[in-house]
């Protein structure tokens, strides 16, 4: 008997975002990778020329630019696997819905913009009914109150879905008699 895998919200990555993020990834895993060979290299070759110090020092240096490197190639993994998860979402994702049960604070991005945590209730035709809890951005789901429900797609396999922000309360009358 198959498991279930655990559901996850997906936020929807475009070609253009994916290709950002990846050459930004590139540059960093180039950039600190070269530099990281360079500082190893000069390091090795000047280490009894110089006294302990420089050893230690370029080693530091290494090191940090080793880090940056993993954290390009971090990137470029992380761009691909969204685009991915996205691509396959929209071929194989059948139409859900995802009621809101509850709607918290949550901590912000890395830069600044608030977030809320939402725990859904997603169901749709061939999907085993999950709930599932997930951080978005409050301004583009600070609408979703408890009860709103919203237009989910959902890969019935892999149970990776997409929520799509609440629609817009309807414009006021005009008044006109």
Known sequence: MATAREPALIELRGPGITAAECAVGALLLLGAGGF??????????????????????????????????????????????????????????????????????????????????????VSGPGVDPFECEGKVLKDRFGGATQGTVLPARVDPLTREFSIERPPAPPAPGRGDA
């Open 36 to 121: 990281c060979v360079y500082a190893t290299v000069r390091t090795v070759a000047e280490i009894g020329e110089t006294g302990a110090g420089w050893g230690w020092a370029g080693l530091g240096v290494a090191l940090a630019a080793a880090f940056v490197a993993w954290i390009g190639l971090g990137t470029i993994i992380g761009a691909r696997d969204e685009r991915r998860a996205t691509r396959r979402l929209a071929a194989q994702g059948v139409d859900a819905t995802a009621l809101v049960l509850a709607v918290a604070s949550a901590s912000p991005t890395n830069d600044y913009r608030d977030r809320i945590r939402l725990t859904l209730r």
